[in-house]
């Protein structure tokens, strides 16, 4: 049983427990926070495995993307999926932007809340025990270590998010060649939408062009994908 510790960020108390108690029986240590100056104070220290988010806390219309905002500055690695009963695509892109790895409604299932965080782990494993025993992965400029999940770019470091890091590794399994959104889709063992997978790479792109205002590997194939420079 997994041990991994999840924070959940939701300010109705009926839905925050529901939500641990759902990942408690599966096995996940798990602790709640009722609004965003409560889970920043708490999360001040060790970060945990993982963070759920609401995007209204309390009297905080858009407290979650504030507080999101605040995570990512201490961790691009830190795993975040925003539960909301927002759905509006502003919001979705909104929080990837932001560097959600995730953003889901809170009308899906416990069932499907808990596929969507496995699948989160399960990416970070993939890439983290790959068979060149974490050798590092060099394509031109770029350097990647599976183990840590470090990106650098003419030895300057990217700090990309577990998502933008699998999107990345995933394209230079094959450099050159084009990945297509489905494809990338079907390999993350995750259901997301075109839009997401856009908005993801949009974030990848700026934030290598900010270490680097000539970066150009990485490459949209018009009605076809993705690809990068070898």
């Keep these: ?16 427990e529901n939500y641990r108690e759902a990942l408690e029986r599966y096995g996940f240590s798990t602790r709640g926070y009722a609004g965003r100056a409560e889970a920043q104070s708490a999360l001040s220290g060790p970060l945990p495995d993982l ?3 609401d995007i209204g806390l309390g009297n905080e219309p858009e407290g979650g993307f504030e ?4 995570l990512r500055q201490r961790s691009s690695s830190l795993p975040i999926i925003f539960l909301t009963a927002r759905d509006s695509d502003l919001d979705a892109v909104s929080g990837l932007r932001l560097g959600a790895d995730d953003y889901l409604t809170k009308s899906i299932s416990n069932q499907h809340l808990l596929a ?3 699948a989160l782990f399960r990416r970070i494993e993939a890439v983290r025990e790959p068979d060149g025993k974490e050798t590092p992965i060099r394509v031109g400029a770029l350097e990647l270590e599976p183990g840590t999940m470090r990106v650098r770019w003419r030895e300057r470091e990217v700090g990309l998010t577990v998502t933008e890091f699998w999107i990345v590794h995933c394209l ?5 060649h084009v990945r297509s959104r489905e494809r990338l889709m079907e390999a993350a063992n995750l259901v997301v939408d075109e839009t997401t997978i856009t908005s993801h790479v949009k974030r990848i792109r700026r934030k290598f062009s900010a270490a680097d205002p000539e970066f150009d590997a990485l490459e949209t194939v018009h009605g076809a994908g993705y690809r990068w420079h070898a």
């Design 51 to 53: 963070v759920i988010i």
């Design 116 to 118: 969507r965080i496995l």
């Design 172 to 176: 230079l399994a094959h450099p050159g």
């Design 1 to 16: 049983m997994s041990q991994r510790l999840i924070a959940i960020v939701e300010d109705e108390e009926h839905l925050r």
């Design 67 to 70: 507080l999101c905002r605040t």
